[in-house]
């Protein structure tokens, strides 16, 4: 299950894997993946893990931004092309190995929270001929919450799709939003058979309830328990507390090349004494929690690779290379045997 490493001390969760897959799809499209993580406030060294969590905040301005910098009407359709099964880990895996596409959908609705908190997907109602659910987000700006809703719905028919091999269709979906001038392209993705209604009072999607007993082709029943018995056993997110709403503060100081005590503070919207303190409360420092950001940083760099030790020890504010080396050597010597960790000085 991800850990929260990143969020605040309220509010909903993401896992990062959602922020990957929508920078992954926008780079694809032309847009710039990094400039958008940084804008949103996604750390750049969360990026390089699978099993963290982050602010849904963040995911949501990433919608956002990437609707700007796409510049293209029906962008979360677009996107929504890239997806392929699997891309959410164990969420798809679960849905992907459920027995009948009735199960599949209701592995969704009670492992939602693998992927986000802040979205809710629930069974609304059923019947002998139709079955519908609704889908809506907590938190987020109307026009993310928008993007967001067209995002999940699309991909959700396009799964039901693909798990079947079968042309199945929802009779009918609709979205709490005003309806869009132009609606033609999400309309088709969609392939609603009686057609898209906007302005209901959440998003909805609804099947026959016929379809829903339609098999999931591959899918492996024991493989399917056993990621289900597997999943019972995990926890939700933990969480979030204040030192980690320090740390996401922190983290973004570092990715502007300021990280100074100040410069944190005021993004916090408190005084420099006060962060001290609440730090000291934390069991922490200033100096170890700044230097445990450069670390990550340094090591994320070394993973993805960078322009050199000069360029990196200037962003980590150093006052020279000499000291990310120094700072480097002391790292490794601080790592225990065996940790696997590699110990090779970045820029190298």
Request: charged fraction near 25%.
């Amino acid at each position: 299950m991800a850990e929260a490493l990143t969020t605040g001390t309220t509010g909903e969760l993401d896992s990062i894997v959602l922020s990957k897959f929508l920078l992954t799809a926008a780079a694809a499209n032309g847009a710039d993946p990094d400039r958008i993580a940084r804008e949103a406030g996604v750390p750049d060294w969360a990026l390089a893990e699978d099993e963290v969590t982050i602010p849904a905040r963040c995911t949501m301005h990433v919608w956002e931004l990437v609707e700007r910098a796409l510049d293209v009407p029906d962008s979360p359709v677009s996107i929504a092309g890239w997806y392929s099964l699997g891309a959410l880990g164990l969420f798809d895996y679960l849905f992907a190995n459920a027995p009948t596409l009735g199960e599949a959908m209701e592995s969704s609705t009670r492992y939602l929270h693998f992927i986000t908190t802040n979205g809710r997907f629930t069974l609304q109602a059923r019947n002998d001929r139709e079955t519908t659910f609704s889908f809506h987000y907590v938190e987020g700006e109307p026009r993310q919450v928008e993007l967001a809703e067209q995002f999940a719905l699309a991909v959700l028919c396009a799964r039901s799709r693909g798990v079947t091999g079968t042309p199945v269709h929802p009779l009918h979906v609709g979205f709490s939003q005003s309806a869009p001038r132009r609606h033609a392209t999400l309309t088709e993705a969609l392939g609603a058979e009686r057609g898209v209604d906007f302005g209901q009072d959440r998003a909805t999607v609804t099947f026959r309830t016929a379809d829903l007993d339609r098999p999931v082709l591959g899918a492996d029943p024991r493989l399917g328990a056993i990621l289900g018995r597997y999943a019972a056993t995990l926890p939700p997110p933990p969480p979030a507390d204040w030192r980690d709403l320090f740390r996401q503060a922190l983290d973004a100081c570092l990715l502007e090349g300021a990280p100074a005590l100040d410069h944190v503070a005021r993004r916090l919207a408190m005084s420099r004494r006060t962060l001290q303190r609440r730090l000291a409360e934390s069991g922490t420092t200033w100096r170890a929690e700044l230097d445990d950001a450069r670390r990550r940083h340094a090591l994320h760099a070394r993973r993805s690779g960078h322009p050199g030790n000069a360029t990196l020890a200037d962003r980590l504010g150093y006052s020279d290379p000499r000291s990310l080396r120094r700072a480097v050597r002391r790292w490794s010597a601080a790592e225990e045997p065996g940790d696997g960790a590699p110990r090779t000085t970045p820029g190298r």
